[in-house]
C-alpha cells in the first residue's frame, strides 16, 4: 500500500492529510498562492510547518489541489517547491477548482462551485473540468467568495450606509479607521485575507435585514455572472465547498429552489471527499 500525501491549498490555509493503509495524519499551514509566495517561501512553509509533523513519513504520492494552479507557469513553481523537500516522491499539482470537483462529485457528472475566500465553479463530467468560468480575483470578481463579502461589508461602513445601530457595532467591534482600512487593502500584503476576515462581521449580525441584503446579492452575483453560464446547470446537480458555501448554506438553499435549481452537497472543506476519492 503506497503512502499518499494530499492537499488542499487555499490562500488562507492549506490542509494536508497523509495515508498510509488506515492511518491517516492531518496537517494544517498557513495558506499557499503562487501569486503571493515565491518558492523560498513555499519551501519554507513545508519544511518547518509540514514535515515535522508527519513523523518521518515519506509519501510516495503527492496530490496537490492549490488556489492559483490554473496558471501553468504556477504549477511549475509549485512542484518545484514541493520537489525541493520531497525529492522522492512522484507529485502531481492541479487546481483547487478539480479537487473541489473530485471530492463533491466523485466520479459522477454535476457542477462543483467553491465559496471560500475567493469563488470559482465548473461543469465537471466525471473526470475532468470541462467548462470554466473564469475566475478573475478578488479585485475584479471572485462574487460571493468571503473577499467579495467582506468588501460589501466595507464599503457599508465606510460610506456610511450601514444604520446607527449597525455602524456602532461595527465600530466597537472593529476599532479602527478608515485610514487604517485603506492602508490594509491597498498597501499591505493578502488585502484578500483581510476582506475576508470582515465575514464574520456578516455571521454575527444575521438577521438584520442589511446583512441578509449583503449575502444574498453576493450569492446572486454569483450566481448571475458563473452557474447561469453552463446549461448543465438547469439539468445536473449544483454541489459547493467552503468555509462561506458552509456558513451560509440557508441563504444556498433558498436561492436555488428560487431558481428551480437541483441542489447537491454543501462541504465546509474538500479533504474527506479527496481521502474518499484517493482511496478508491
Not at 53 to 63: D, G, H, S
Not at 106 to 123: D, P, R, V, W, Y
Amino acid at each position: 500500500m503506497s503512502i499518499k500525501l494530499i492537499a488542499d491549498s487555499g490562500s488562507s490555509k492549506t490542509d494536508w492529510c497523509l495515508l498510509d493503509g488506515k492511518k491517516k495524519i492531518h496537517v494544517s499551514t498557513q495558506g499557499i498562492s503562487p501569486y503571493f509566495l515565491n518558492k523560498d517561501q513555499m519551501v519554507d512553509i513545508f519544511q518547518n510547518e509540514l514535515l515535522p509533523k508527519l513523523k518521518k513519513n515519506v509519501p510516495e504520492f503527492i496530490y496537490y489541489y492549490g488556489t492559483g494552479c490554473s496558471n501553468p507557469e504556477n504549477v511549475l513553481l509549485v512542484k518545484s517547491a514541493l520537489k525541493s523537500v520531497f525529492n522522492k516522491s512522484i507529485i502531481f499539482v492541479d487546481t483547487d477548482l478539480l479537487g473541489a470537483s473530485k471530492a463533491l462529485c466523485g466520479n459522477e457528472k454535476g457542477i462543483a462551485c467553491i465559496l471560500g475566500t475567493g469563488s470559482n465553479s465548473c461543469f465537471y463530467n466525471g473526470k475532468k473540468v470541462v467548462k470554466n468560468s473564469p475566475g478573475l480575483g478578488y479585485v475584479l470578481g471572485d462574487e460571493g467568495g468571503g473577499a467579495y463579502l467582506g468588501k460589501k461589508v466595507l464599503q457599508h461602513y465606510l460610506y456610511g450606509t450601514f444604520d446607527p445601530d449597525m455602524m456602532d457595532r461595527f465600530t466597537n467591534k472593529y476599532k479602527t479607521s478608515a485610514s487604517e482600512i485603506l492602508e490594509n487593502v491597498y498597501r499591505k500584503p493578502l488585502a484578500n485575507k483581510y476582506l475576508a476576515s470582515f465575514v464574520e462581521f456578516l455571521i454575527e449580525n444575521r438577521g438584520h435585514f442589511m446583512i441578509e441584503n449583503i449575502i444574498e446579492d453576493g450569492f446572486n452575483e454569483f450566481f448571475f455572472n458563473h452557474l447561469y453560464k453552463y446549461r448543465e446547470s438547469w439539468t445536473m446537480p449544483i454541489h459547493f465547498v467552503g468555509s462561506v458555501a458552509f456558513g451560509f448554506k440557508d441563504v444556498l438553499k433558498e436561492i436555488c429552489n428560487a431558481y428551480e435549481l437541483q441542489l447537491g452537497k454543501i462541504i465546509k472543506t474538500p479533504m474527506d471527499g479527496l481521502i474518499q476519492y484517493h482511496k478508491d
